[in-house]
């Protein structure tokens, strides 16, 4: 069955870097762009970014363009988020979601941001 | 304005129908989707394109759009549906989520 797993999550103090990855199973991965989407403790979901099918370009939200960077290998069926300058701000869950439609999704990993 | 409105709760009768508006001025530029998260669950896709429901979601599901407001109705709403519901449209190439709203069944 189609199926997306994040890993990498973790604890880490502001200012310093993570990156995060999605591996896809169960489908073409690279039919498909990419999207992340994180949600904070307690609030609303918010977009990250999107990467195209071939990885040639990315869009980002406002909130973490020029920090954060979107890759994928194809050959891997991953998808990676590398986070850095993080802020507290940026505490939350992180999904990654298949299509424009978000028609699938992970479980999410967690990231804290705290000194 | 990019944003898109929600109210943050709605509470409904089991084998009741429930609405649940998403509007903005995205909502008129391009088609919305509606997503389903159950407390501690992942977001789980219930409505694309307006209106088409994926395979293995229940019909009691259906969604709509005039102008600027997309609806999403609950049809003889079940207490599985207790959830929150967030609609999504594109801005170009910015997605973008509504609030959230929180479906209580009593």
């Known amino acids: 069955q189609e199926q997306l797993v994040e890993s990498g999550g973790g604890v880490v103090q502001p200012g310093r870097s993570l990156k995060v990855s999605c591996s896809g199973s169960g489908f073409t991965f690279s039919n498909f762009i990419m999207n992340w989407v994180r949600q904070a403790p307690g609030k609303g979901l918010e977009w990250v970014g999107f990467i195209s099918y071939d990885g040639s370009s990315q869009y980002y939200a406002d909130s973490v363009k020029g920090r954060f960077i979107i890759s994928r290998d194809n050959s891997r069926n991953t998808v990676y988020l590398q986070m850095n300058s993080l802020r507290v701000e940026d505490t939350a869950v992180y999904y990654c979601a298949r299509d424009r439609n978000f028609a699938r999704w992970g479980q999410g990993t967690p990231v804290t941001v705290s000194s | 304005s990019s944003a898109l409105s929600q109210s943050p709760s709605v509470s409904v009768s089991p084998g009741q129908t429930v609405n649940i508006a998403c509007s903005g001025d995205?909502?008129?530029?391009?088609?919305v989707s509606w997503y389903q998260q159950r407390p501690r669950r992942s977001p789980f896709l219930v409505i694309y394109?307006?209106?088409r429901r994926p395979s293995g979601v229940p019909e009691r599901f259906s969604g709509s759009k005039s102008g600027n407001t997309a609806t999403l109705t609950i049809t003889g709403t079940q207490p599985m549906d207790e959830a929150h519901y967030y609609c999504r449209t594109w801005d170009s190439t910015n997605a973008i989520f509504g609030g959230g709203t929180e479906l209580t069944v009593l």
């Open positions: 995205p909502v008129g530029a391009d088609s």
């Open positions: 394109q307006n209106n």
